[in-house]
T-cell receptor, first 113, second 113 residues
């Protein structure tokens, strides 16, 4: 089963509005990351939040992490048409000698101009 | 210069064939991964190599065999292709195995007919 599960699966908003998506996970993590994927392209890293952090900002992005609820949220403020993409959360945990990054199924965001 | 490059970008082949996908990185990273993204956009880790050594091997049919000839290359060979192998395969890299961000290639879309 997927470690991270995003909610909602799809989101449609008008340009200028905020977009919020949530991620829930099941096991202990070292950090949680958010990635963006444009259609037909590879994933691009957006932001990383460590397990001992509660909130992080990067430009128009705001990420929160609640380890007691095993959940995270990604907020994109003042959305633009160019923000149209799929957004994935990924949880990082050390497995044996390696770091395993486990992805959820993503939230598809459509920003209408 | 593309940091993480995969070839081929598209591959269409018949069931039962054997095919390879190649990945090369010029970032000097120690760790490389193969991920599989299915038609519902779920990303699942398959393998991870650190300095040419296999460190993560998920439950993947043994028809899939990764090979890392050197630190900059990670190839994926698939024997006896099946319809269910149709997916987009992503190569990703990381500086180390400690849980930081991943750098993804653009993906190789495999279609098995």
């Amino acid at each position: 089963s997927q470690q991270g599960e995003e909610d909602p699966q799809a989101l449609s908003i008008q340009e200028g509005e905020n977009a919020t998506m949530n991620c829930s996970y099941k096991t202990s993590i070292n950090n949680l990351q958010w990635y963006r994927q444009n259609s037909g392209r590879g994933l691009v890293h957006l932001i990383l939040i460590r397990s001992n952090e509660r909130e992080k900002h990067s430009g128009r992005l705001r990420v929160t992490l609640d380890t007691s609820k095993k959940s995270s949220s990604l907020l994109i403020t003042a959305s633009r048409a160019a923000d149209t993409a799929s957004y994935f959360c990924a949880t990082a945990a050390i497995v044996g000698a390696g770091n395993k990054l486990t992805f959820g199924g993503g939230t598809r965001v459509l920003v209408k101009p | 210069d593309t940091a993480v490059s995969q070839t081929p970008k598209y591959l269409v082949t018949q069931m039962g064939n054997d095919k390879s996908i190649k990945c090369e990185q010029n970032l000097g990273h120690d760790t490389m991964y193969w991920y599989k993204q299915d038609s519902k956009k779920f990303l699942k880790i398959m393998f991870s190599y650190n300095n040419k050594e296999l460190i993560i091997n998920e439950t993947v049919p043994n028809r899939f065999s990764p090979k890392s000839p050197d630190k900059a290359h990670l190839n994926l060979h698939i024997n006896s292709l099946e319809l269910g192998d149709s997916a987009v395969y992503f190569c990703a890299t990381a500086p180390g195995a400690s849980g930081g961000e991943l750098f993804f290639g653009e993906g190789s879309r495999l279609t098995v007919l």
